[in-house]
């Protein structure tokens, strides 16, 4: 949605799939659900919000491929076997080789401001060694 265009079909299609889906983004930046929406609405070819209301309408099973979109899977990382493969045989061990015994290592992502990931980059941060991740 840009900054000259009306909200309310942006607003419309957000009830519909509060009402037929039971998904309430009221607390979610219209900036980001717009931009995220006229993702799959031009994957689709729906012209307009309204379009992509009936789009959805015709093809129910385009709500899962919209959701994914709007609701990012931030777990996804951990569940790429390649990639924590590698952090954890080649990535740690690297760093772990460039520090002293007691020099700290600091472990920073984006992705823990919730809470939820930190675990996981606690239990592969400290899988190589086999000893608890360093504090």
């Known amino acids: 949605m840009t900054e000259h265009e009306s909200p309310e079909p942006l607003e419309r299609l957000l009830e519909h799939l509060k009402q037929s889906r039971g998904f309430d983004f009221t607390a979610y930046k219209r900036a980001t659900l717009g931009r995220r929406i006229d ?26 491929h919209l959701f994914n979109v709007i609701l990012i899977n931030v777990t996804s990382f951990f569940r790429d076997p390649e990639t924590f ?46 000893r608890p991740s360093r504090k």
């Open 39 to 64: 993702k799959r609405r031009v994957a689709v070819g729906a012209g307009s919000y309204e379009e992509y209301e009936d789009y959805l309408e015709v093809h129910p099973d385009e709500f899962e």
């Open 85 to 130: 493969d590698f952090l954890r045989s080649d990535a740690i061990p690297a760093l772990l080789k460039s520090k002293r015994t007691y020099e700290p290592i600091r472990i920073w992502s984006a992705g823990c401001a919730g809470r939820r990931s930190s675990p996981s980059e606690g239990s592969t941060s400290g899988g190589p060694t086999g």
